[in-house]
């Protein structure tokens, strides 16, 4: 059993605090919804608690098993157990999935030898045409394929967390499932525990939440159960949008980052 504790996270970005206290609690096997309006530092969350640069941790903790996460560079966290499924997958020129699955493997001490055998029988198994595992890492890839393979490589490298920013955003109906039913399966098979940030419970009837959390303005306002998730999808954050920020909804982008200086970065976007 194990465990991702979040408490009173707080983070900011270019000068300004978004996360302004977060706590998560989550254990092997479990999965914990975070839903919120845009804007509300859900994509923020999930990219401190992997380490991207440019955010600065203000206050707060995250550990894994108690080991402090947050001392780690981002490469050590992916070793220690955590997985990051990003909203905006990025491109990879030159880098095919296996190579960098391999690598992942080698470092972790793990026989890269059975990479191929287990990244055909991930593709195969939420629908990836395994065509496409040829090229490299996203490279011209819709947006609902570049999900999908955040998909394999999450089964493929079986970390003990993974949070899951968006998974089910440019998927159709068929794909969504084939996803939502892979990462609801490895909760089982290998007690994958899942923060699954999403503003649909779509992806929810199948990766069914074991807690539900209310993100706004970079605060945890309401916790609960799968009903929360169903409530929201009723009436909407009407009730916590109140003063979001302007620009709602956008992708931060810094345009002039190189890969070498934040790697979350899409170069093309
Ligand atoms: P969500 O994923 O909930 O829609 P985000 O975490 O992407 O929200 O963004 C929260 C707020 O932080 C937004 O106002 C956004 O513009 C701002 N923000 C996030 N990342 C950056 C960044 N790299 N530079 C400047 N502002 C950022
Ligand atoms: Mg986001």
Not at 215 to 235: F, H, K, Y
């Amino acid at each position: 059993m194990h465990r991702l504790l979040v408490e009173g996270l707080r983070a900011e970005v270019a000068g300004r605090e978004i996360l302004r206290g977060v706590d998560l609690d989550v254990r092997s096997g479990e999965v914990h919804a975070v839903m919120g309006p845009n804007g509300s530092g859900k994509s923020t969350l999930s990219h401190v608690l992997l380490g991207r640069p440019g955010y600065t941790v203000t206050g707060g903790q995250v550990t894994l098993d108690g080991e402090d996460m947050l001392a780690l560079p981002t490469w050590r966290r992916a070793q220690a157990g955590l997985f990051l499924g990003m909203q905006y997958p990025i491109e990879v020129p030159g880098v095919s999935m296996g190579a960098m699955l391999s690598e992942a493997f080698a470092a972790g001490g793990r026989a890269a030898e059975r990479v191929p055998e287990l990244v055909g029988a991930e593709a195969r198994r939420v629908g990836f045409d395994e065509r496409l595992l040829e090229r490299a890492l996203n490279v011209d890839l819709s947006g609902g394929e570049r999900k999908r393979n955040e998909t394999v490589q999450l089964a493929v490298l079986q970390p003990k967390f993974a949070v899951l920013d968006e998974i089910d955003s440019g998927l159709d109906v068929d794909a969504l499932r084939a996803v939502a039913r892979r990462v609801e399966a490895a909760t089982t098979e290998i007690g994958l525990g899942v923060v699954a940030i999403t503003h649909y419970t779509r992806l929810l009837t199948e990766l069914r939440p074991d807690r539900t959390h209310v993100l706004s303005r970079g605060r945890v306002v309401a916790s609960g159960g799968p009903e929360l998730a169903d409530e929201l999808e009723r009436n909407g954050y009407a009730a916590w949008a109140l003063e979001e920020d302007e620009d709602k909804g956008s992708a931060p982008t810094r345009a002039g980052t190189s890969p070498e200086q934040d790697p979350f970065a899409d170069p093309l976007a």
